[in-house]
C-alpha cells in the first residue's frame, strides 16, 4: 500500500484535473477519484474476482433464506392443514352461532289484576228434613214391640223381618196380607205379628201406611193404633234431632 503522501499528491492532480474538465463544459469521471479516497481510507477496491464470490455467495444465501421462510410457514400453519374438513366446519358454525344475537325472551304474559270486588258467597243450600238415622229407628221399633207386648229373640232378629215386611208389601200393598207373612215366617201370633207388622211399616216404609186392609180385624185395628203410636214416637224423636242439630256450633264456610 501506498503512503497516504502520495495518495494525497495524486488526489490533488485529480481535483486539478476534474476542475479544468468542468471548466471546459465536460463531465469529469469520477472513477479514479473513488479509487483513490478508498485507497486513502484503508479500502481497496474489490476486485473482479471477489465481486463474482460475493454473486456467487448471495445466490446462495437467496435459497436458503426462501426455505426458511417456507419452512416457518410450514410449522405456523401446518397444524391447520392436518384438520379435517368436518372439524373446520363445525369450528365456522360454532363463531357464527356465537356471533348471532340470541333472540330477546318472550315478555311474560301480564298478571290480571285483582278483582276489587269480594267473591261472591255461595248460596245456602235449603235446609232439607233429615230423617231419623238407621240405629234411632231401630231402637225405636223394638222399643215399641217390647211394650206392645211382642217378644223380641235379637235385635238383629226384629229389625231383619221388619225390612221382609216391607218388601213384602212392595210386590202385594195388602196390610192383612203381610200380617199373615209375618205370622207364617216368625214365632209371632196374630197379634203379636199384626203389632209388628205396624210398627215396620210406621219405621222402615212409611209410604205403606195407606194400604188396604180387608177384612177388618180386631188385631188389624190394633195394630193401627199402634202404628200411630209409632209414628208420634218417630215424629217426637226427628223433631229432637232437629233441636240438637240446631243447637250445635255452626261448621266453617255454613251461616
Known amino acids: 500500500m501506498r503512503d497516504r503522501e502520495t495518495i494525497d499528491s495524486e488526489l490533488r492532480l485529480i481535483a486539478l484535473h476534474r476542475r479544468s474538465i468542468l471548466e471546459q463544459g465536460g463531465q469529469p469521471s469520477s472513477q479514479q477519484l473513488d479509487e483513490l479516497l478508498d485507497e486513502r481510507l484503508g479500502h481497496r477496491p474489490a476486485s473482479a474476482k471477489t465481486a463474482v464470490l460475493e454473486a456467487r455467495e448471495n445466490r446462495a444465501v437467496a435459497p436458503r433464506r426462501a426455505t426458511f421462510r417456507r419452512k416457518g410457514l410450514l410449522l405456523r ?30 315478555a311474560q304474559p301480564e298478571a290480571a289484576p285483582p278483582s276489587s270486588a269480594p267473591p261472591v258467597p ?10 231419623p238415622p238407621a240405629d234411632i ?38 196390610l192383612t196380607e203381610a200380617i199373615g207373612f209375618v ?7 196374630a197379634t203379636q205379628s199384626a203389632n ?15 194400604a188396604s186392609v180387608q177384612p177388618m180385624q180386631p188385631a188389624v185395628e190394633g195394630a193401627l193404633t199402634d202404628m200411630q203410636n209409632i ?7 226427628q223433631g229432637d234431632l232437629q233441636g240438637i242439630e240446631h243447637g250445635l256450633p255452626a261448621l266453617p264456610g255454613q251461616g
Open 196 to 210: 209388628f207388622t205396624a210398627g215396620a211399616v210406621v219405621s222402615y216404609c212409611p209410604q205403606y201406611e195407606g
Open 77 to 106: 400453519f401446518g397444524p391447520l392443514a392436518v384438520l379435517p374438513l368436518s372439524l373446520i366446519a363445525v369450528a365456522a358454525v360454532c363463531v357464527v352461532m356465537f356471533a348471532t344475537r340470541s333472540p330477546a325472551p318472550a
Open 231 to 237: 209414628d208420634r214416637d218417630l215424629q217426637r224423636i
Open 122 to 131: 255461595p248460596a245456602p243450600a235449603a235446609p232439607r228434613a233429615q230423617a
Open 137 to 174: 229407628v231401630d231402637t225405636v221399633f223394638i222399643n215399641v214391640l217390647k211394650r206392645n207386648g211382642v217378644p223380641v229373640p235379637s235385635n238383629e232378629y226384629a229389625t231383619t223381618h221388619g225390612h221382609a215386611v216391607c218388601d213384602f208389601l212392595a210386590n202385594r200393598p195388602n
Open 183 to 189: 205370622q207364617r215366617t216368625t214365632v209371632w201370633d
